[in-house]
């Protein structure tokens, strides 16, 4: 059964940058369409971005389309989120995921799907 290795969370001060990946072992990533996810403290977890099998872009949340851009290495097998300009707002537990489809619903969508098991991304001085 294939899964994820998630890594590059932590600290990081405001205005700074962050860059998420996550490697896939035990499947082919580029079969797949990937996206990510965030969780924040109570509430329920939410879809960011998505990428098609063949890499195009279906953007879910408005507020991430300026300073959140993801991409994926069809040859190492990983996916990325980078986040620019990061606000105390974009604290929370980052997911990466892939599934068959984006769609309209990602969790719907990616219920089904591989998962990584988070990793927190703190904004904090």
């Known amino acids: 059964q294939g899964h994820f290795v998630e890594s590059g969370g932590g600290l990081v001060q405001p205005g700074g940058s962050v860059r998420l990946s996550c490697e896939a072992t035990?499947?082919?990533?580029?079969?797949?369409?990937v996206a990510w996810f965030r969780q924040v403290s109570g509430e329920r977890r939410e879809g960011i971005l998505c990428?098609?099998?063949?890499?195009?872009?279906?953007e879910h949340s408005n507020a991430a389309k300026d300073r959140f851009t993801m991409s994926r290495d069809r040859i190492k097998n990983t996916m990325y989120l980078e986040i620019d300009s990061v606000i105390p707002e974009d604290t929370g537990i980052y997911y990466c995921?892939?599934?068959?489809?984006?769609?309209?619903?990602?969790?719907?969508?990616?219920?089904?799907?591989?998962w990584g098991h988070g990793t927190q991304v703190t904004v904090s001085q």
């Open positions: 995921a892939a599934a068959a489809a984006c769609g309209l619903d990602l969790r719907g969508t990616f219920d089904g799907g591989y």
């Open positions: 035990g499947f082919i990533l580029r079969w797949y369409a």
């Open positions: 990428l098609s099998p063949s890499d195009e872009n279906n």
